[in-house]
């Protein structure tokens, strides 16, 4: 299991989708909100 407790709101919000049977988002949304030169990346 991965230790989410240094995650922020919106990577919890995105983990969550991810997985959560019911819902369309997959490891590639997670890696969007963590890459850079995306236009859903969460970072600062």
Do not use: K
């Not at 019911?22 to 590639?28: G, I, L, V």
């Amino acid at each position: 299991m991965i230790d989410t407790s240094d995650m922020s709101q919106e990577e919890l919000d995105v983990w969550s989708d991810i997985n959560n049977p019911n819902n369309d988002a997959d490891m590639d949304d997670w890696a969007d909100a963590h890459n850079p030169n995306n236009d859903s990346y969460l970072g600062d």
